[in-house]
């Protein structure tokens, strides 16, 4: 069991994704490219919440990130891959700036102050007419790769494989058990030593600077942005049901979650054209009420009794 | 805070609301007005959030169900909306009812995150299901006397809008006079304070949590024909209420019942002081958000630090 | 025990949804290879669901009239969710998956933004029913020959108001527009109408205004601009907002006591009951077409009646006629052209003169930037006895305006 879960099935699913772009056609690699950025935010927030903090912030991130590379790209004529990058940077000090001040917050009062500083981010933007487009937005010239869907896609898919590279960076690293720790008990964690700020603000600034990295391909593939359109706050609850749906705490759930919802919701609005949503809303408080633990947990729990039932 | 502190904020306040007065009068008046109807929707969150802990992300689509109760109702029966409201609140505490012992009650054991994501998936049935059979399209209910206005010299307002704070001052006293003299009231504050308890001591946690959230749901669809009498209602008004709830509820503390108003009149005379001076009313946004993060900051500063 | 079902429920719909989003589309059936046509509609909300509808209704008709270059049309109908990828994924399966001949439909300019990469990507026949705002137009850009646009833009629309209230002025003397007060919501499509019309009223004399935030975002209180609105004191007041602003725009007048002569509301629809409100009564409003246009128009009232039959509701915004504007162009364009040749239809569609639904003869003339522009204008009307009726252009007015604005106490 271990060797096809732990090896082959991971190589079978990465070779896939990789030749994906040369058997699926442009509608079903765009559908690839939503899934993927919906699971950089989800593979992030996962990551944060393995500290006991819950975000409400990737809406904000995903925006600053949009806009700071589109205006790197229309202001300083920075090439669009390294926008990308460096609008993930800039998101990423912000938040640092930012998490000096609020990681002291915690549980539900930190989740609604990252949702505020979304919106502050998304109002400030609104009203600078001049520098940010404000109420339209801004365009560009050209989409990234002039459109070639290949290497669209395959950019995507570094960046999800960088997401999900990090996320299991995290998992196996020492900063899991400082996490875990931090997360079941802080007082215990400090007795041990542990550097609860230091460690917060570290996690804080990188799954922060994912969400600008997101954001960042999004603008730059579709060419645009707006207030209300790069900071929608479906980046924010969509990400999180994914998460929650394939099973926090792991790498996999996000993945799962992501790949599962991205798939369902567009088959589902194919064959209930006026109406899809209540079903989707309706598969999503099944899934929770069924599968208290996501689909990831489901199944390594079936998994385990196999295993034990083998033994 | 010391006494000493509390005159000086008392005094400072009392010269501000004068010093508004005789500027401009209106920022007072339209302030409470909307502080009211925040405070007014927020309450039945706050009464959720500190008993039975969760955080019930389809308040505004409830909000929105009761509305359009409320506009079913009047437009077939020809009756007042502020008539309307007892068959719909009795609905609505029958809908708290079911969506409690289907969905919410199973959820409870999970993390807090599993009944977040539930009231998502709840909000989402919601709000498209109204959409599906009512269409995007607003509804209105004209209503005379909700242009009811006062003229003092130059100074013409609305007065109909105070009915919202007159009716948050009414659930806030309901509710504290509930939780504080009632059986049901004091069991439910046992319960929100330690459920495990409250158990321990023959408390039937369920059924405090049942009638809970039922009541929220009333107090919400009362709020949802009010809202009716003044604004336009469509498939998806409530979402924004949602938040602002839930922003005014973690401002105020959970379980401080009496904080959420005050915040509302903080929050609502703030925006109204900058949307009185014009041109700045894009800013008047942040002006919540911004206050929100001040003032949870400040008393996690005053709190332990851990 | 039912976590098991639920799971494996999960994993067969997971299955069938992998297989149907690889799937073809749906093939021929019938003798006759139909034309097609791919829609994307906000079908979520009663401007998309009400365009696509009529459009259908267009199909319906023109099939049962025997089709195009004898081969029926079919319509296939994708929804945007409102969301600018899920908008660009529609256009990526109508492409390449049901391979559609033309494309049509819209309404937001975001979800535009998103979808003129693709369309550019494939440059077929494209007539769009939608997306105001000028940077939509800046992103498609000269070259695109393929591209015909139906909705007017937003530096249109602003234009088209100044002739018609100086036409207006012009014929009723008692009316009088020197001093204008626009409250516009924040958002895009205020901002932009706020934009246009300071440029271009104020030469027809003082121009202000303020933005408050509509109550399709949540705001709804707009007490603090009619305060500084009644402050102004103006001869004419306008809003630009959504329909759920109209009814509390008019009660919380009253309630400030505002009463202006002229009393002008922009929305892109209106609320269902807004008729039946007293407050209505000589409210103006800006629109492309009204069901009064049936008295004066009959591919109005053949649209009209068609609409109400088939799907058993009233039209309730001017994207419904548009639509199915939008359908018989098509219509006339393969026609004319005699092959479904994307260069032979563009040559056509140029060649249009539809007498349409909303009043207009369709033609196609150049904006700013793009070559084929449809309607460059929107009418003034005014809810009269609880019906919208056009007062200008009076080429299709079916009724005289009521001047002043009636006072809150005389209804």
Known sequence: MKILTRIILPAIVVLLSITFPLFAGPYQQSIAKTIIIYMILALSWNILLKTGQISFGLAGFFGIGAYASVLLSLRLGIPPLLTIIVGGIITAILAAAMGMIILRLRAMYFAITTLALGEIFRVIIHNLPNFAGG???LILSSVIFDGNGYFTYWLFLAGAFFSIGLSYFFDKSKFHLALTTIRDNEITAKVRGIDIFKYLLIVFTITAGMQGLAGGLYSQSFGFVTPESSFSGDFILLPIAMALLGGIYTTAGPVVGAIVLGVISEY?????PYGHLVVYGL????????????????????????DQFNE | MTKAKRLILLGGIIIFALLIILWRPTILIYGIQRAGLYAAIALPMALVLGIVHIVNLAHGELLMIGAYLTYFVCSTFGMDPLVAMLPVSAVMFLLGMVVYKVTIKHTLKAPELNQLILTFGLAMVFGQSVNLIATSQPRTLSVDYVSTSLTFGKLTFGVYDFIFPVAALIILGGLLFFLRKTRVGKAAQAVGQNPKGAEIVGIDVDKIYLIIFSLSTALVGIMGSLYLTKQSIFPLVGGPYTMKSFAL??????????????????????????LSFKGYGGWSNIVFFAFIIIVILIRSHRGKQI | MKKLVVLVLLLALISVSTVSVFAAGQG????????KLGGVWPLSDITGKQGSEAAQQAVDEINAAGGVLGRPLELIIL????????????????????NVDIFLGGMASS????????????????????????????????????????????YEQGGSYVDGWKAIVNKYSEIKVDKWFLAYEEGAFGSASFEASKVLFSEMGKFDGESFKSAAAGGGDYKAVLQHAKESNPDIFLWAGYGADALPLLQQSKAVGFEPALYVGAPPGWPADFGNSPLAEDVFLYGMWAPSMNSINPVSKKFYDGFVAKYGTKPATYFAPLSYSAVYLIKDAIERAGSMDTAALIKAMEQSEYKSALGETITFKPSKIIKHQGIEGQKILQWQNGRQEIIWPFDFSTASPVYPFPGWDNR
């Open chain 1, 135 to 137: 109420a339209h937005g």
């Open chain 2, 249 to 274: 509820v973690a401002m105020a503390g959970i379980g401080n019942l009496p904080g959420v108003l005050f915040a509302s009149l903080i929050l609502g005379v703030a925006e109204t002081f900058l």
């Open chain 3, 111 to 154: 979800v535009h933004l998103g979808q003129i990469p693709i369309l550019k990507k494939y440059k077929k026949l494209t007539v769009w029913t939608g997306a105001a705002s000028h940077l939509a137009e800046e992103a498609i850009g000269e070259d695109a020959d393929w591209y015909f646009h139906l909705h007017p833009w937003d």
């Open chain 1, 268 to 272: 589902l609005k194919l064959y209930i």
């Open chain 3, 79 to 98: 929804d945007s969710e409102f969301k600018p990828e899920k908008g660009a994924a529609a256009i990526e399966r109508l492409a390449t998956v049901e």
């Open chain 3, 28 to 35: 021929e059936t019938g003798k006759d290879k139909p034309i």
């Open chain 1, 283 to 306: 598969i999503i408080v099944i899934v929770i009420l069924f599968m208290p633990n996501g689909i990831v947990g489901m199944c390594s729990n079936t998994f385990r009794k196999v």
